[in-house]
């Protein structure tokens, strides 16, 4: 049994910030990535910005330099710092992680219930 609960997310002015946060528990091994995907209606999901247990970083081209990931092992959440925010990123934003579950042994992504990000002014 794993969970994954994001929060943060609302409606912001263009050029505004908001942070998201996500947490993980439930029963489960070491997390290996983690990171945040984005869908906005009628699109697919796409990956925003991933993070390995180490700290390495990937972003979309589309968010770099705006966005900053980040994740505390210690406590199993994800962070995204979303600066200088853009109509063009309102989307529902989901969380994932990289793990094994003590349950069921097999190794593969779990997923938040998403939050949405509206930017409008």
């Known amino acids: 049994q794993v969970q994954l609960v994001e929060s943060g997310g609302g409606l912001v002015q263009p050029g505004g910030s908001l942070r998201l946060s996500c947490a993980a528990s439930?029963?489960?091994?070491?997390?290996?990535?983690m990171g945040w995907y984005r869908q906005a209606p009628g699109k697919q999901r796409e990956s925003v910005a991933v993070?390995?247990?180490?700290?390495?970083?990937n972003y979309a081209d589309s968010v770099k330099g705006r966005f900053t990931i980040s994740r505390d092992n210690a406590k199993n959440t994800v962070d995204v710092q979303m600066n200088s925010l853009k109509a063009e990123d309102t989307a529902v934003y989901f969380c994932y992680a990289d793990l094994v579950s003590s349950l069921t042994y097999l190794r593969r992504n779990y997923w938040g219930q998403g939050t949405q990000v509206t930017v409008s002014s």
């Open positions: 439930g029963t489960f091994f070491s997390i290996y990535d």
């Open positions: 993070i390995s247990t180490n700290g390495n970083t």
